[in-house]
């Protein structure tokens, strides 16, 4: 993917406020989309996935958008809380048989209370 | 374990000399996956395990990383004559196969100076 170096691509919200973090993804072939969260002196935390038959889904506070025509994802937080300042990272895969999860670049999401 | 175990989770060491880190995977989780990240930047992947064997190495970078998991279950990240660019987190994940989400561990540290 990309490198941004030491300055990751920042979003900052308001407690309360819904977040919206968006990720251009580089394999049309991926058929696997997963979202996860890492915070600092954490390894990556599993948040919500999407397969590429379904162009949204929803899980507790979250929902993930997915538009494979231009190759782009986003995840939606409602009504973000300061426990949801961290590094979100998009990942791609291709099912069928064995193939490893690809990162995609971070966004930063910086919760103001 | 309840969890993915790393250890150390923090590694300093001289230029050239040879270090090993250690993951332990979520009890019965027969994949494993190494991955590095560096400062600002998503996870690579780097080797990954089915049981005992390595079913693909392919993001290894040179010969100088090696990764063993010699009974299935513990796996060992070796990195001989360490480079100052060899500095980075790396992550190790495990899962119960094919189509299952990963958990993460926290990560080792490693600095080389």
């Known amino acids: 993917g990309e490198s941004v170096g030491l300055h990751l691509p920042t979003l900052s919200v308001q407690e309360g406020d819904n977040s919206i973090i968006n990720c251009a993804y580089s394999?049309?072939?991926?058929?696997?989309f997963i979202w996860y969260k890492q915070e600092s002196g954490k390894g990556p935390q599993f948040i919500i996935d999407?397969?590429?038959?379904?162009d949204k889904r929803q899980g507790q506070r979250v929902t993930v958008l997915l538009n494979k025509t231009v190759k782009h994802l986003s995840l939606q937080i409602a009504a973000t809380q300061p426990g949801d300042s961290a590094v979100y990272f998009c990942?791609?895969?291709?099912?069928?048989?064995?193939?490893?999860?690809?990162f995609g670049t971070g966004t930063k999401l910086q919760v103001i209370p | 374990g309840a969890g993915v175990s790393q250890t150390p989770s923090n590694k300093v060491t001289e230029k050239g000399k040879y270090v090993e880190l250690r993951c332990d995977p979520i009890?019965?989780?027969?994949?494993l996956y190494w991955y590095r990240q560096s400062l600002g930047q998503g996870p690579e992947f780097l080797i990954y395990?089915?049981?005992?064997?390595?079913?693909?190495d392919s993001g290894l970078p040179n010969d100088r990383f090696f990764a063993v998991r010699p009974e299935g279950s513990v796996s060992t990240l070796k990195i001989q004559r360490t480079e100052r660019g060899d500095s980075a987190v790396y992550l190790c994940?495990?899962?119960?196969?094919?189509?299952?989400?990963?958990?993460f561990g926290s990560g080792t540290r490693l600095t080389v100076v």
């Open positions: 990942a791609e895969k291709l099912t069928g048989g064995y193939q490893k999860v690809t």
């Open positions: 994940a495990s899962s119960q196969g094919q189509g299952y989400g990963y958990t």
């Open positions: 999407i397969r590429s038959n379904m």
């Open positions: 009890s019965g989780h027969t994949a």
């Open positions: 395990f089915q049981g005992t064997g390595a079913a693909d």
């Open positions: 394999n049309s072939a991926s058929d696997y």
